[in-house]
């Protein structure tokens, strides 16, 4: 199932990513920084929603949250429906 998430407080403006049986099959952060957004991206496709969200959750940068913690944030709220 593919997801958009609006993102707040971070240089990403929106992640839109793809999930099938809890796996991430695709990531893309729009805006951002565009090395580190595709590098996480890449290293995400294949892994388990509950493992990224552990290795993501609470990372921060410029503030209290990031690019990827907010990618976190999004599959907690979207996936697991938390």
Do not use: H, W
Request: aromatic share 4%.
């Amino acid at each position: 199932m593919k997801y958009t998430y609006k993102t707040k407080g971070c240089c990403a403006t929106q992640i839109n990513f793809e999930v099938e049986e809890n796996i991430i099959k695709e990531v893309e952060f729009i805006q951002g920084c565009r090395g580190n957004t595709q590098g996480i991206a890449r290293l995400l496709v294949g892994m388990n929603v509950e493992e990224a969200i552990k290795r993501l959750k609470g990372i921060p940068c410029r503030g209290e949250t990031s690019c990827p913690d907010q990618l976190a944030l999004a599959l907690e709220k979207l996936v697991l429906n938390k």
